[in-house]
T-cell receptor
């Protein structure tokens, strides 16, 4: 059973370009979380999605950032018009779902975004 | 608002020595508590978790943690550290009212001297 997959592992963009980060959850998981880790900091929650629905986007910046989790295919975190401050590691986690304590989140290896 | 504090940014121990990493949380009810380890350039691996019951929990790689409600703490311990334990350690609170999103501390970077 493959774990959470993220690609690309490393992404370099110039200021003003778009960045697309992909996350394929573990088999059987229908819930995805995105977290951002700035240099020398802990992970910060960004958004929580179920298939075709955004459930909680309280951690997403109001502009330039969007996320989706379509019925088919991976979850996508999209950053438009990237700026240097977007340079960070972006981690995806998946879980079977629900609010119970046993819906453990399994983390992917992350995408490290560098904005030049 | 929920928060997690890891007071020690860097800790250095000698191989074979004991280890305790501190974690304090702020949460209105009994939280779900986690410790994760992150090796350089890697993702996060779950070491252990606490939801309820016995306040001393055992995890992988010989780690354990103790939940102390009176101190709002969930410290991670290991009796004898190995060089391969050098990594960054994150304490996290799960917000059951918030769809289980995790709130992380800033992390403690552990260095192990031979």
């Amino acid at each position: 059973n493959a774990g959470v997959m993220q690609n690309p592992r490393h992404l370099v963009r110039r200021r003003g370009q778009e960045a697309r980060l992909r996350c394929s959850p573990m088999k059987g998981h229908s819930h995805v979380y995105w977290y951002r880790q700035l240099p020398e900091e802990g992970l910060k929650f960004m958004v929580y999605l179920q298939k075709e629905n955004i459930i909680d986007e309280s951690g997403m910046p109001k502009e330039r950032f969007s996320a989706e989790f379509p019925k088919e295919g991976p979850s996508i975190l999209r950053i438009q018009q990237v700026v240097r401050g977007d340079s960070a590691a972006y981690f995806c986690a998946s879980s079977p779902g629900g609010r119970g304590p046993y819906n453990e989140q399994f983390f992917g290896p992350g995408t490290r975004l560098t904005v030049l | 608002a929920q928060s997690v504090t890891q007071p020690d940014i860097h800790i250095t121990v000698s191989e074979g020595a004991s280890l305790e990493l501190r974690c304090n949380y702020s949460y209105g009810a009994t939280p779900y508590l986690f410790w994760y380890v992150q090796s350089p350039g890697q993702g996060l691996q779950l070491l252990l978790k606490y939801f309820s019951g016995d306040t001393l929990v055992q995890g992988i790689k010989g780690f354990e943690a103790e939940f102390k409600r009176s101190q709002s703490s969930f410290n991670l311990r290991k009796p004898s550290v190995h060089w391969s334990d050098a990594a960054e350690y994150f304490c996290a609170v799960g917000d059951p009212g918030g769809y289980n999103k995790l709130i992380f501390g800033a992390g403690t970077r552990l260095a192990v001297h031979p």
